[in-house]
């Protein structure tokens, strides 16, 4: 039963309850947590299986479409939003008579092209690349002294190219050897070249 007050004046006033005290709100509430949990987690077996074989077509449909997803060979041109880069060629060397790499190691010596295919300049930088063996990412940073041509840092106009070399060391036991050019600090995004 609702309160009444009687205020100076002698008028009787009916104080309501607040609405999250009544007990048609809470009902509510439960009834769209149910609602809400039986369709979240209500589904068959079948249609989570049917929506599974449509996601894995799909997933191949997009990896398909997209370069990122593909891994590229020494000689072949990936292009990422009009940014293309080249691997023209990957020597290994164990340095020279003042220079060697780490025990167990060799330098990776990677020809790359890189080409401006926009309408605006776009910037490049050789910390940009990684190079992976077996699963292990290390920069493109080691010095080889017999190597020319080093790639650094600058930036390409509309059409315009530039070609260098990356030089990084990795064990001689590793099996695979990959190039990635990571497209942005902002994702994970990656175009990878098999080098072995």
């Given at each position: 039963m609702a309160k009444q007050i009687k205020d100076e004046n002698g008028n009787v006033y009916v104080q309501k309850k607040?609405?999250?005290?009544?007990?048609?709100?809470?009902?509510?509430?439960?009834?769209?947590?149910?609602?809400?949990?039986s369709g979240a987690f209500g589904?068959?077996?079948?249609?989570?299986?049917?929506?599974?074989a449509k996601?894995?077509?799909?997933?191949?449909?997009?990896?398909e479409a997209n370069p990122l997803s593909k891994v590229y060979s020494v000689g072949q041109k990936a292009s990422y939003k009009g940014y293309e880069i080249k691997v023209n060629s990957v020597k290994f060397s164990q340095g020279s008579e003042y220079n060697r790499p780490d025990s167990g190691k060799q330098f990776v010596i990677i020809?790359?092209?890189?080409?401006?295919?926009?309408?605006?300049?776009?910037?490049?930088?050789?910390?940009?690349?990684?190079?992976?063996?077996?699963g292990n990412n290390t920069d493109l940073d080691a010095i080889d002294t017999d190597v020319d041509n080093t790639l650094?840092?600058?930036s390409l106009d509309k059409g315009a190219s530039v070609s260098g070399n990356l030089v990084g060391e990795a064990k001689?036991?590793?099996?695979?050897?990959?190039?990635?050019?990571?497209?942005?600090?902002?994702?994970?995004?990656?175009?990878?070249?098999?080098?072995k």
């Open positions: 607040k609405f999250y005290k009544r007990w048609w709100f809470w009902l509510l509430v439960v009834l769209v947590v149910v609602f809400l949990g589904r068959s077996s079948d249609s989570s299986s049917d929506s599974a996601s894995q077509t799909s997933s191949k449909k997009k990896a020809n790359i092209t890189i080409t401006n295919h926009t309408d605006e300049s776009q910037d490049y930088n050789p910390f940009d690349f990684k190079l992976n063996a077996d650094d840092a600058g001689t036991s590793a099996k695979t050897l990959q190039l990635q050019y990571k497209t942005s600090i902002w994702n994970d995004n990656t175009v990878k070249f098999k080098l």
